[in-house]
């Protein structure tokens, strides 16, 4: 496609705000599928979420709104468009879907999974209840329809320990994250019975590698999402949600940060706060390969494709949805 004097023209104002964190000759790559989506997402009537991992092509030229899980599942719930493209993994395309059903929901690569959701099935979830009857369930939203449909209550990164305590019960099966879970359980009294999943991205940090960075930036704060082990949490200055960890880096007196979660948030963080600096910390194998190989399936050449094509498009059986969408809606209505 060409970068022609229209598309830089339309595109100009898009770039101003990126050009710290991309060359003009990548731009002129990618400029002009920005300017065919943003010209077919109006005339579709449709709306593209993105997830806070996503590209600064895709998350600062296309996306309408971007956030974390919790909030993406809002805004899914709260949009006016025809159309949801989601720039994320399935469980959330899954998740809008629940939230409006009604909607048409466009995942650009149906490939784009997620190591959490595919360590547990529906199934999985009904013999935990036979072994632990009456003890309430909690998934985390990353987790499949068929998961949510055999759960009391799903929670995000950003509220998973405010509603496990509501629940006011000494045990819960916290499921699938056993990084998440043992993090909860340490902020709690509750007894956790947990699930053996793990995010390959957050499993991927290097504690010697942190510690090598640390000693050799005196001051530097540690931010840490609480899909990561125990061990390093316990480094961490601050742990939260995606969304939280951006604005504790925007508004924290601190200007220099170990950013532990995947990298793809880490633009944002230059963009919006340009004086500070933010050190991505090697894999175990001493490499950089903590970026989620998932999240990095959308490409606007892909995002372009389902707009025009309109699919792939998610479908799920009604009954399903009928049931999953329970456990969101419990959550949504919990953490208000
Ligand atoms: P957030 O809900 O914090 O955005 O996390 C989603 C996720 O998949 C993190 O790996
Ligand atoms: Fe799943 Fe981890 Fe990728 Fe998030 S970063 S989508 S938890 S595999």
Redesign the pocket.
């Known amino acids: 496609m060409e970068f022609s004097q229209e598309v830089k023209k339309a595109t100009d104002p898009i770039y101003k705000k990126i050009s710290k964190v991309m060359p003009e000759i990548e731009w002129s790559i990618h400029a002009p599928y920005i300017h065919k989506i943003n010209k077919l997402k109006k005339e579709k009537n449709a709306v593209i979420l993105a ?3 996503q590209t600064p092509e895709i998350y600062h030229g296309i996306a309408d709104f971007s ?4 909030a993406l599942a809002v805004e899914a719930s709260k949009t006016s468009a025809d159309i949801i493209v989601m720039a994320g ?1 399935h469980f959330m395309a899954e998740t809008a879907k629940l939230m409006s059903p009604n909607k048409k929901v466009l995942l650009p690569d149906m490939k784009a999974g ?1 190591s ?1 959701s595919s360590s547990i099935t529906g199934k999985d979830v009904r013999l935990l209840k036979e072994k632990y009857p009456g003890v309430p369930v909690v998934s985390y ?2 987790t499949s329809a068929d998961v949510k449909a055999e759960t009391d209550v799903c929670c ?3 509220n998973a320990v405010k509603i496990v305590k509501s629940l006011g019960v000494k045990e819960v099966i916290f499921l699938p994250d056993d990084y998440l879970a043992k993090y909860v359980a340490s902020q709690t009294d509750i007894k956790i019975i947990s699930w053996k999943g793990i ?1 390959i ?2 499993d991927q940090f290097n504690e010697k590698e942190i510690n090598n960075i640390r000693k050799n930036n005196p001051g530097i704060k540690i931010i840490a ?1 609480p ?1 990561c082990q125990q061990s390093l949490l316990d480094l961490a200055d601050f742990i939260g ?4 960890l951006l604005k504790y880096s925007q508004t924290s007196d601190c200007s220099k940060f170990i950013v532990l ?2 990298p793809g948030i880490i633009h944002q963080m230059k963009i919006s706060m340009p004086s500070k600096t933010y050190l991505e910390v090697p894999g175990l194998d001493g490499c950089s390969c903590n970026e ?1 190989p998932y999240m990095r399936l959308n490409t606007l050449e892909k995002v372009l494709n389902c707009l025009t094509h309109m699919k792939p498009e998610l479908q799920m059986d009604k009954e399903i949805r009928k049931k999953a969408y329970l456990p969101i809606k419990r959550m949504l209505d919990m953490s208000k």
């Open positions: 997830h806070n991992y956030a974390d899980s919790l993994v997620c959490l939203v990353n995000t990164s950003a995010c991205v957050h999402h899909e949600s995606t969304s939280k979660t995947e989620c």
